[in-house]
């Protein structure tokens, strides 16, 4: 890579939010230089991710556009911001939503990942060294994205935020471990942790459920119950472990009344992928008494009650929320990745669809079909 580029302002091509729920707008736009502690990359290759279609849409938050949306990325770094010295033009980067300073209490903590500095902000559209904007179009200034926008064929981003992954690994299939393998995943098996022969119940069987149930496959779980109002998911979720599956509009009870009767009284670890509080509540009275554990992954409405008896916990049921999986993104990711290099983790199947940066808004009309679980988005063709 040339870095004839370092130090000057890039024209890319980038796929521009200019309102709420309107196709995004491939438009040609400016990329400042990296400041300081920041890190200019080309991004190769993207895969849409659920929480971008949240907030393209902007039904429950404050909505903010101009903006180049995009997070589940892979990519190259083109040039680095002072005191940067962990990184250098050329290293093959995952850039992730929610960082690590490794200086805060979390980031120093073995038991927390949710960095003070860089966690994730959804309303933050600018840098935090100076508050302002690196993408503009002629003049005007386009926001950022949790700290990353990947829609851009380049970005800058905190260096906390930026993991450095084994320049061997493909970049067009481990893109998705920066944001829904990992967030599935380590919620099954850093938080829940199935011991090997259990039975686990996933709710939610979208990108990040089929990850949760990956989970309990690589675990070991002897029977893994996929929980989803869509029947066309079943077929699907069997390439990843999953053994049964529930559809709670068959049943006239409560679904986790249905799992307790197949179960001998509840499985031992469920985890929530869907954000539905209604889900939330089932997944955790549906773990056994004495040893269940329950996990919750889904981001519910701001309006959101979660109501259970207060027995339910006295019998020995725990309840526990994870981010991003628990894993650190600089220190764990590297080897989540070496894990797939290694053949421990299959994430090939995860990738459904692919389509062309130019057909950017093909992937979101794939995953409001219900048809993909993720769609790659090639930034060159």
Known sequence: ??????????????????????????????VAPPQANEVRMKILFNALCHTDVFYWEAKGHTPLFPRILGHEAAGVVES???GVTDLKPGDHVLPVFTGECKECR????????????????????????????????NGQPIYHFVGTSTFSEYTVVHVGCVVKINPAAPLDIVCIVSCGFCTGFGATVNVAKPPKGCTVAIF???????????????????????????????????????????????YDKPIQEVIAEMTDGGVDRAVECTGSVQAMISAFECVHDGWGVAVLVGVPTNDA????????????????????????????IPHVVERYMNKELELEKFITHSVSFSDINKSFELMAQGKSIRCLIRMED
């Open 80 to 82: 680095v911001g002072e």
């Open 106 to 137: 979390h980031c120093k903590s073995k038991e927390s990942n949710m960095c003070d500095l860089l966690r994730i902000n959804t309303d933050r559209g600018v840098m935090l060294s100076d508050g302002k904007t690196r993408f503009s179009k």
């Open 204 to 250: 939610g069987l979208g990108a990040v459920g089929l990850a949760a149930a990956e989970g309990a496959r690589v675990s070991g779980a002897s029977r893994i119950i996929g929980v989803d109002l869509n029947p066309i998911k079943f077929e699907q979720a069997k390439k990843f472990g999953v053994t049964e599956f529930l559809n709670p509009k068959d």
């Open 305 to 332: 009650v979660f109501k259970t008896h207060p027995l339910k916990f006295l019998t020995e049921r725990t309840l526990k929320g994870t981010f991003y999986g628990n894993f650190k993104p600089r220190s764990d």
């Open 1 to 30: 890579m040339s870095h004839s580029t370092a130090g000057k302002v890039i024209k890319c091509k980038a796929a521009v939010a200019w309102e709420a729920g309107k196709p995004l707008v491939i438009e040609e736009v400016e």
